[in-house]
């Protein structure tokens, strides 16, 4: 199948998820999923179920040296053994496509195996996602407490390995819908030029590339803090994922880089509904598109037409809803799903 050309998605604000859910059923994660995100349904992350469906160990299956320790609640590499053999295996899989070797289990990720059995009503796409190569390899070190980000080696083998994992759970979502959204969610990228991340730009671009390329869907980046946007514009990503309720000015900064990237058929994914309960309570949806509006504003002012920003847009949650109660999370989904249906109402009805 050939790559879905993202100048012919109709984003059109419509709503989706990054992904967590605070739910420990993956079928009531699934239904709330269903009732307020039927366009862009997601299959549910749900890091309260078990320590194995927290971000960084979620996809960590088959990385060679990895250590899970559920008692203890760390992962880790162990590298003071002989990973050449796993090592191999992976980049052996790799050469051949071989997705299933590195699929994901089901104890691993329970809301993506029950999403998998749904029966869908005809919906715009699909979404999924995996965490990023950089906010992993910073994340998960050595026994040394020495981030795997700085072995090279170790670094290339984990883009490989999220490589194949992103194209199996493809793979798995074109049999519900053949528009898939595959977002690559790199938390860690709001440190990037810290002196806390020491890592180029040119890296980043290559380890994000490296994921993308495995992928014939619509591919995302999501960050929810603030970081160097044009790098990850430049990379081969469809659509960016800000956090702009929290960061207003996220986009604004770089007006060239944005216009350039919605010429190539990019999307914005505009993070405008919080995961915070406190915000949450003060928020309504007139509140929530002044806020967005606010935050497209100095792109339109600096020559991106505000009806072109809209077409090319969609919304979603600041970040995962998994650190709410259940109730305020399905709060933030009813906003998130007003909301868009305000945008569409008021700009698109024409």
């Known amino acids: 199948m050939s790559p879905i050309d993202p100048k012919k998605f109709e984003a059109n604000c419509t709503a989706t998820i990054i992904g967590s859910l605070p739910y420990t059923d993956p079928q009531q994660a699934c239904s709330a999923v269903l009732r307020y995100l039927p366009e862009i349904p997601v299959w549910p992350q749900l890091p309260k179920r078990s320590y194995l469906e927290n971000m960084y160990v979620q996809f960590s299956q088959g990385f060679p040296g990895?250590?899970?320790d559920e008692e203890a609640q760390r992962i880790y590499v162990k590298r003071s053994q002989d990973l050449s053999q796993p090592l191999a295996k992976l980049y052996e899989a790799y050469l051949a496509k071989d997705l299933n070797t590195f699929a994901i289990g089901s104890e691993y990720a329970a809301g993506l195996h029950t999403f998998l059995s749904l029966k869908l009503d005809s919906p715009l796409a699909v979404k999924g996602q995996i965490t990023g190569p950089v906010s992993w390899a910073l994340t998960v070190a050595d026994e040394e407490r020495r981030p795997i980000l700085y072995d090279e080696t170790l670094s290339d083998a984990l883009a490989c390995l999220l490589r194949l994992k992103a194209a199996w759970q493809e793979r798995q979502l074109k049999a519900l819908c053949p528009t898939t959204i595959m977002f690559v969610d790199e938390p860690s990228m709001s440190a990037f030029g810290s002196a806390y991340v020491s890592i180029s730009r040119e890296r980043v671009i290559k380890l994000l590339d490296e994921v993308f390329g495995g992928l014939e869907g619509l591919k995302g980046v999501h960050c929810c803090g603030n970081t160097d946007w044009p790098v990850l514009l430049a990379t081969s990503a469809d659509i960016v994922s800000p956090d702009v309720y929290n960061y207003i000015a996220s986009m604004s900064f770089y007006p060239a880089e944005v216009k350039t990237f919605l010429?190539?058929?990019?999307?914005?994914?505009?993070?405008?509904v919080p995961n915070e309960e406190p915000a949450l309570r003060g928020e309504t949806v007139p509140s929530l598109r002044e806020r967005l509006e606010e935050a497209m504003s100095p792109?339109?002012?600096k020559g991106i037409p505000f009806r072109h920003l809209i077409r090319r847009s969609l919304v979603t949650p600041s970040c995962g809803l998994s650190g709410?109660?259940?109730?305020?999370?399905?709060?933030?989904?009813?906003?998130l799903a007003e909301l868009s249906r305000d945008l569409k109402k008021r700009y698109l009805k024409d």
């Open 66 to 68: 990895v250590v899970v």
């Open 263 to 272: 010429d190539r058929g990019g999307i914005i994914a505009w993070g405008i």
């Open 299 to 301: 792109l339109s002012h």
């Open 324 to 335: 709410l109660p259940a109730e305020a999370a399905e709060r933030a989904l009813e906003l």
